[in-house]
């Protein structure tokens, strides 16, 4: 694909136009698993606060949220996902449309620390756990106690986050959401939650 055809086509707003930046594997799986674009939009301009604003995306596939979130604000976003050949190509697109302010990490999440970041959006990223008519491919492990565990590891990160830190959650029962966490907004169309830390947990006593 030219240059130019890839700017006219993470800049659209229909999904169908923006997914021919993939290939066709990856646009068949976009009504299921990558976030449509004027979901990214709303959420994105929800979590940017500021100039800089460093944005996680945890499990981001061939990152569309975070070029969309880069190309309509100001933050700095930063995708997280397991699958090598999903991080290659979301990254790919990144470089080649020159986009300085996104980037694509190949790990897990259990590795991440979240204090490194601003503000988090969660696309309901471990449900592949549960499902296996959700599998993308089989190029990972799936079990409930791995669902267990990013869940954990997810809401200790952001129970440790600053006051005032912000997150999006997309579809999914939001337990990755730890107390302390306030619902500011909702778009039940969209299946879109906006949240922000309001309170810190108080420890149990002994």
Not at 82 to 87: A, E, T, Y
């Amino acid at each position: 694909m030219k240059p130019l055809n890839l700017l006219e086509h993470i800049n659209a707003v229909e999904d169908c136009r923006f997914d021919l930046i993939y290939p066709q594997e990856i646009r068949e799986l976009s009504g299921v698993h990558w976030t449509p674009v004027k979901v990214a939009r709303r959420a994105a301009e929800f979590l940017v606060v500021a100039p800089g604003t460093r944005v996680l995306d945890v499990g981001c596939g061939p990152g569309k949220f975070c070029i969309v979130g880069a190309l309509g604000t100001s933050g700095r976003f930063t995708g997280v996902e397991q699958r090598k050949n999903l991080c290659e190509l979301g990254q790919g697109v990144i470089d080649q449309a020159n986009i300085s302010n996104a980037r694509i990490h190949h790990g897990n999440i259990s590795e991440v620390d979240f204090s490194h970041f601003d503000a988090f959006y969660l696309f309901n990223p471990f449900e592949e756990n549960l499902a296996e008519n959700l599998y993308i491919d089989e190029s990972v492990r799936f079990s409930e106690a791995l669902y267990e565990e990013y869940v954990e590891h997810v809401a200790g990160q952001l129970a440790m986050a600053p006051m005032g830190t912000r997150l999006v959650t997309y579809c999914g029962v939001c337990e990755e959401v730890p107390v302390g966490y306030s619902c500011l907004d909702a778009a039940p169309e969209h299946r879109l939650k906006f949240w922000k830390k309001t309170a810190s947990p108080r420890l149990k006593v002994k």
